[in-house]
């Protein structure tokens, strides 16, 4: 072992050291094994290993052979943030390297550690990633759902009317959703997502990715709304709605939004609200702003 550091493992040959900077560790979600070499690189050779949860990544360390030594390994997480985020700026500040990973998953993903990387960017240091394993890509992945444009929103509000404002925002966008949610909620999200947009939505229910018990269940809001009423629900829950379908505007709704906003904007500026507000394709709505002008 050299300056606290254990020898290179059976994971490979040649371990260089590692550059100072803040490393973020992606950790598997499930399975032990879905974790990638050099993330084993960066755990084996930092000088100080930070961790959402320090059992879960010295547990992970032990299964993969890799000897914590005399190295520090700090708790950072939300309770303890403000008080451990100084400790880790200052072993960065003297050149060290430190080595962060989540409780499981992307760091920074639905984790504390943004904070953690903010500060160190402000204060000059290298950030850097170690990619592996995320739950949202897992799940965009098995779902079966369009994902060449998605949007991550975290964890709904807990409280009845946050939840609904956050719910009616996300209705309208263009793209795949995906949420996190307690699996003491998911019945009741279901619910409220099939009243705020719309029983016909596909979705999926992905639990316990990449586990012994991994399910995923897919259909229309309404029908995964029935077959999770009643059902006891464990383990990590992720959910995902597809966009919104193409709605076919009433032509004289159309034109009647069209005069509206082209008494005060321009025909590109018009055309523009019109296909937001109605969900009509722009270069229809331009179009007929165009002629609307031709006749007046």
């Known amino acids: 072992m050299a300056n606290g550091r254990p020898a290179p493992g059976p994971w490979t040959a040649d371990l260089r050291p590692l550059e100072p900077g803040l490393h973020f560790v992606s950790t598997p979600i499930g ?6 070499l050099r993330a084993l690189d960066t755990l084996a050779m930092a000088d100080v290993l930070a961790a959402e949860d320090t059992r879960t990544l010295r547990h992970l360390m032990e299964i993969h052979g890799i000897p914590l030594g005399d190295r520090p390994l700090i708790a950072y997480h939300d309770h303890n943030a403000e008080a451990a985020r100084p400790r880790l700026l200052r072993a ?12 499981a998953g992307t760091p920074l993903v639905a984790d504390p550690g943004f904070q953690l990387a903010r500060a160190a960017i402000e204060a000059g240091h290298r950030v850097l990633a170690a990619p592996g394993a995320s739950a949202v890509i897992c ?27 956050f719910l009616a925002e996300l209705a309208p966008i263009p793209a795949t959703l995906v949420l996190y949610e307690s699996p003491k909620r998911v019945n009741r999200l279901l619910v ?39 059902r006891e629900v464990k383990g990590e829950i992720v959910v995902l709605i597809d966009r919104a379908g193409v709605i076919a505007a009433d032509p004289a709704a159309v034109e009647a939004a069209l005069r509206r906003a082209l008494g005060e904007m321009s025909v590109k500026d018009a055309a523009a609200a019109v296909s937001a507000e109605l969900g009509i394709p722009r270069r229809d709505a331009y179009q007929m702003a165009l002629k609307l002008g031709e006749r007046e």
Do not use: H, M, N
């Open 92 to 103: 960065l500040a003297e050149g060290q390297s430190v080595a962060y990973a989540s409780e």
């Open 31 to 36: 399975a032990a094994r879905d974790i990638t």
């Open 192 to 230: 409220e997502l099939r009243d705020s947009l719309g029983e016909g939505r596909a979705a999926a229910v992905c639990r316990e990715l990449t586990k012994r018990f991994e399910e995923v269940s897919r259909g229309t809001l309404a029908q995964l709304a029935e077959d999770f009423a009643g």
């Open 139 to 165: 799940a965009l992945t098995v779902a079966g759902l369009p994902s060449d444009r998605f949007l991550f929103a975290g964890f709904p509000p807990a409280a009845a009317g946050a939840r609904a404002s």
